[in-house]
């Protein structure tokens, strides 16, 4: 692995909103930013030139960040083969949610969404709506989603390693249900017993993020045990977050809080 940020871009606003976070990010962790256009082999008739769209994000990019060591790279291919190709070998690689021809109606990119759930590494993507509210600011938290009972290391890492970099406090956040045999009873479970179950979820919760405690012991964490499905309970924590962390095990779970997050969310390889 080369430690190096890839920013994928195409020509549309929203890519730059991401190639923003990348710069930003490659700044706050010391690394070099490559940022790469990919398009499968050009003819004459194209009505631009795919090696400028790398570049003019470049020049825009180290005039806003200075000190950003950047260059732009070119791939031939498709974006899904390309950037794939190209992330496995990077610490990160960051895109848009959406690219310039996913429908306006469309939460989620086709490029997108393949790469949350099928590239070998880390993978960030930027709503579109920080390309209309203007640069991203640093993230206010993050935030990371939690299987108490079988945690996920990779998305436990970076988002401790995240929250130290940017000297914010870490939302961990898991969520439980009630069990399937009292679901169906009907009559509602006593409120004694749902805090009894309530309590050992959130044990389970400390159980598990005490390795971490221990690894990042500057790091503030605020646990958080809900009675929610994950995608609901990370959608609603991005709200108030810079950046919610989730793990690539559960590839329906990643996509669907793809669909409504309000910040960039991470998903990292389990």
């Not at 710069?23 to 631009?48: K, N, S």
């Not at 498709?78 to 990160?92: C, D, N, S, Y």
């Not at 012991?217 to 709200?239: K, Q």
């Amino acid at each position: 692995m080369e430690r190096v940020i890839i920013a994928g871009v195409d020509r549309s606003a929203r890519s730059r909103a991401a190639a923003d976070w990348a710069a930003r990010e490659a700044l706050l962790r010391g690394l070099p930013l490559r940022v790469v256009h990919a398009a499968t082999q050009p003819t004459e008739r194209w009505p631009y030139r795919p090696e400028a769209v790398a570049d003019r994000v470049v020049a825009e990019l180290v005039d806003r960040h200075p000190g950003l060591l950047a260059r732009s790279v070119r791939l031939t291919g498709t974006p899904v083969a390309a950037l794939r190709a190209a992330g496995a070998q990077a610490e990160l690689l960051v895109l848009g949610l959406r690219g310039e021809g996913t429908h306006a109606k469309v939460a989620v990119g086709s490029t997108a969404a393949a790469l949350a759930t099928g590239s070998g590494g880390p993978v960030v993507l930027v709503p579109g709506t920080l390309a209309a509210s203007g640069p991203p600011q640093r993230p206010d938290g993050v935030a990371v989603g939690v299987d108490a009972r079988d945690p996920t290391g990779g998305a436990l890492d970076f988002a401790f390693s995240a929250a130290r970099r940017n000297g914010t406090r870490l939302h961990a956040v898991h969520t439980w249900r009630l069990p399937e045999n009292r679901v169906r009873l009907p009559w509602p479970v006593p409120e004694e017993t749902r805090a009894t179950w309530e309590d050992h979820e959130v044990q389970l919760l400390s159980d598990a993020l005490r390795p971490w405690r221990e690894k990042y012991p500057g790091v503030e964490v605020l646990e958080d045990v809900v009675l929610l499905p994950v995608a609901d309970a990370l959608a609603h924590a991005s709200g108030n977050a810079g950046l919610v962390v989730v793990g690539r095990r559960s590839g329906d779970t990643a996509l669907a809080l793809l669909r409504h997050a309000r910040c960039p969310v991470a998903v990292v390889p389990s």
